[in-house]
T-cell receptor
Framework: KQEVTQIPAALSVPEGENLVLNCSFT??????LQWFRQDPGKGLTSLLL?????REQTSGRLNASLDKSSGRSTLYIAASQPGDSATYLC?????????????FGQGTILTVHP | NAGVTQTPKFRVLKTGQSMTLLCAQD?????MYWYRQDPGMGLRLIHY???????AKGEVPDGYNVSRLKKQNFLLGLESAAPSQTSVYFC???????????????FGEGSWLTVV
C-alpha cells in the first residue's frame, strides 16, 4: 500500500526566503507525482505534475523534482511572498492505470510573514 | 467557468439520517472522484467513476454509495450517517486523455458535513 509523507508539517518563514517542501513515498511504481495548493476553506489547485519519466517541472517561482529510486519529491519555492501562504499537498498517482487515483500526504502548512 | 461544483457546501446531520452530496462538472470529463479530508489524514479516496454508468470503490468506501447516471454528475450518498463520517468531502474530475504534460485534475471547493 502506497504511503505518502510530507515534512515539515508546518513552516513559517519571512518574506523573500527560498524554501523547500519535502514529500516521500513508499512505492516507487508511481504513475506521476503532483503538488497541490489548498487555501483555507477551499478546494485543491494543481500546481505541478511530474510524470514518472520526468525529473522535474517548473512553473514561475515553483520547481518540483522527482527521484523515483529514492521515493522523494521536493517543491522549491523561490523568493517566497505572503500570498504563498497556504497548505501544500503532494500526491502520488498509483494503480498502474490511467485512472488517476491519488494517494495524498498530510500536507505542509506554509506561512510567509511580511 | 463553473468547473466542479459541489452542493451543499455545509450540512449538519443527526446520526442515522441519510443524505446525498451532488458533484457537477461542466468540462465533459470522463473520470470523477470523491475524497474525504480529515485532520492529520490527508485526502482519502472514497469512490470513483471512469465513465457514465460505472463506479468503483476507493480506499475508504464503507458507509457510502455512489451513482453516475449522467456524465456530468457524480452523487455520493450516506444511507445512515455516523459521527465517524464527519469530514470535508471533495469531488474531483479529469479527462481520460493522456497528454505528455500529464492530466490536470480539478477539485470542487468542498462540502463540510457534521454528523451529531
Amino acid at each position: 500500500k502506497q504511503e505518502v509523507t510530507q515534512i515539515p508539517a508546518a513552516l513559517s518563514v519571512p518574506e523573500g526566503e527560498n524554501l523547500v517542501l519535502n514529500c516521500s513515498f513508499t512505492d516507487s511504481a508511481i504513475y506521476n507525482l503532483q503538488w497541490f495548493r489548498q487555501d483555507p476553506g477551499k478546494g485543491l489547485t494543481s500546481l505541478l505534475l511530474i510524470q514518472s519519466s520526468q525529473r522535474e517541472q517548473t512553473s514561475g517561482r515553483l520547481n518540483a523534482s522527482l527521484d523515483k529510486s529514492s521515493g522523494r519529491s521536493t517543491l522549491y519555492i523561490a523568493a517566497s511572498q505572503p500570498g504563498d501562504s497556504a497548505t501544500y499537498l503532494c500526491a502520488a498517482g498509483t494503480g498502474g492505470t490511467s485512472y488517476g487515483k491519488l494517494t495524498f500526504g498530510q500536507g505542509t502548512i506554509l506561512t510567509v510573514h511580511p | 467557468n463553473a468547473g466542479v461544483t459541489q452542493t451543499p457546501k455545509f450540512r449538519v446531520l443527526k446520526t442515522g439520517q441519510s443524505m446525498t452530496l451532488l458533484c457537477a462538472q461542466d468540462m465533459n470529463h470522463e473520470y470523477m472522484y470523491w475524497y474525504r479530508q480529515d485532520p492529520g489524514m490527508g485526502l482519502r479516496l472514497i469512490h470513483y467513476s471512469v465513465g457514465e454508468g460505472t463506479t468503483a470503490k476507493g480506499e475508504v468506501p464503507d458507509g457510502y454509495n455512489v451513482s453516475r447516471l449522467k456524465k456530468q454528475n457524480f452523487l455520493l450518498g450516506l444511507e445512515s450517517a455516523a459521527p465517524s463520517q464527519t469530514s470535508v468531502y471533495f469531488c474531483a474530475s479529469r479527462t481520460y486523455r493522456t497528454y505528455a504534460s500529464g492530466n490536470t485534475i480539478y477539485f470542487g471547493e468542498g462540502s463540510w458535513l457534521t454528523v451529531v
